[in-house]
């Protein structure tokens, strides 16, 4: 093999090897990208989360008396509706404020909500949207 040779081979290698590793540098510094704007959306959502329940904490209190009505008698489900509803709604609201106060720290893990459901009315505001980078069903499946 002459040294023209040779030096092409090595050149090419060189090129192929600094490709990989930019290529896959580029790739991280997306993922770094993709991962941190998805904690920017958790932490936000975290934040508007506990601004809701300080604001709606007291809801608790009609919705138990509702809830304990159905499964009981008018008097006994507004006076035990009554005392569930106010206990819920101190923690809601406690809780709302240490989600505002916390907010940008990622804690409980990854920013998941102190109470569940996180929002008090999620059966009538339905499930959280998905992010923009999760994937997608694809409509055509659905026709089958």
Known sequence: MSFKTRKTIV?????VVLAGIVGG????QADDFTRKRKDISLMFRKLGRGVMNVLTGW?????NIAIYWKETDPFSGT??????????AIARTIGGVYEIVSFPFP??????????????LTPLWGEPLPFMTDPQPNPADSFE
């Open 11 to 15: 050149a090419a290698t060189l090129i």
């Open 25 to 28: 540098a580029g790739r991280a």
């Open 59 to 63: 809801v608790e209190v009609p919705k």
């Open 79 to 88: 006076v035990v509706g009554t005392i569930t509803g106010v206990g819920w």
């Open 107 to 120: 804690y409980p893990d990854n920013y998941l909500p102190l109470i569940e459901p996180e929002f008090i």
